[in-house]
DNA sequence: TTTTAAATGTATCGAGTCGATACTTTTAGA
DNA sequence: TCTAAAAGTATCGACTCGATACATTTAAAA
């Protein structure tokens, strides 16, 4: 009969702030969401797909919106040479622009300012909270490229990569980006 | 162009995560959060308006998703005595059997299991980032009775307490509800 | 090579969210 | 008393999101 613990119950109402401060921001919490992906996913993850993993939505939904953030002139889908299923999805300016006045910003500026008065990091007990519960659930962690076994620093040229799995050249930019195919 | 800091990109994974979690589950998030908010509030608290300022929405939104419980026959509402303007909302058997099913327990579990194993407490920091969030909206912090500025110990008598506020007598269980009157 | 299965994305339906606005009734205050 | 504020309801419109059905393209098996 009675509720969560203090950290669930405080978790519990972040997300609901983080909801109210999307939507109270020109856009739908899942059309930021999705701007948020595209601006930290590498090219070979910005995909309808790798979107509707990501996010944990259905095909649907995903299509809608980015029907939606088309639209809005805030995202642009192109053909995949080779694979005629494929869309690649980019940020227009607009989007760009957009997110500069990202609601969460608002959030981040708050988490920053705590962290640094408290001398305390909370990311990490965080995400061993998430990869706990994607572990329950069979989901993928989603990592960062540089963290993935498929890539291979270029020996001498600092920063220069290779993707193993893909077999492809990696800026420093992609190795810091969000990749579908992490870990895989 | 790069995102936002770590702590703030977990908290939207984990934000988006609740929504998927309570979406998957029979009832809709804000129908969740509304359970939730009456099993923690004290009897003062558990009105439409109530409920409104704590999960800040609008009236309308918090009247329509009350009409779908009650139609589920998981709150009841009822006419407060002296008032006529005001409701009083009640989890049914129905309801509060619901809550035992709540998603939201994995989450639970896990931040649990996380802080166990790291002899770590997340709540502190994450406090002072809701607070902090709150404090830029003008938000109100909706703390537990025992923490109020009305809050009357009886002298002699342990667990009992008054409110000076509403002039009412609290029971141990009342001083650790949530309450709309909170510090103000 | 042909057939089948899987993958990618779209279209449509229905219940619900949620801000906005307008409205009624009741209560409190000048 | 008259007016303003408070508590809830009703309605509209754009959007969410699971479910289902669908078309197309690619890969894999026979």
Redesign the pocket.
Do not use: C, E, I, M
């Given at each position: 009969m009675s509720g969560h613990s203090p950290t669930t119950h405080l978790l519990e109402r972040l997300s609901r702030l983080i909801?109210?401060e999307a939507?109270?921001s020109g856009l739908?919490?899942?059309?930021w969401e999705i701007l948020r992906f595209l601006r930290l996913a590498n090219r070979f993850s910005r995909?309808?797909?790798a979107v509707t993993a990501y996010l944990n939505?259905?095909?649907?939904?995903v299509?809608?919106?980015?029907?939606?953030l088309e639209t809005k002139q805030l995202v642009t889908?192109e053909p995949v040479a080779?694979?005629?299923?494929?869309?690649t999805l980019a940020l227009t300016a607009a989007g760009q622009e957009m997110l500069a006045g990202d609601p969460m910003d608002a959030l981040d500026a708050a988490a920053r300012s705590v962290e640094a008065a408290r001398g305390e990091d909370l990311s990490g007990g965080l995400r061993a909270v998430l990869s706990d519960l994607l572990r329950r659930r069979g989901g993928r962690a989603f990592g960062v490229c540089r963290t993935c076994r498929h890539y291979r620093p270029e020996p001498g040229v600092a920063g220069q990569a290779r993707c193993a799995l893909l077999n492809e050249a990696l800026t420093p930019a992609d190795s810091e980006a969000i990749c579908v195919e992490h870990d895989g």
């Open positions: 909801q109210n939507h109270a739908k919490p899942v059309q995909t309808p797909s939505l259905t095909k649907g939904t299509s809608q919106s980015l029907n939606a889908k080779g694979d005629r299923r494929r869309l």
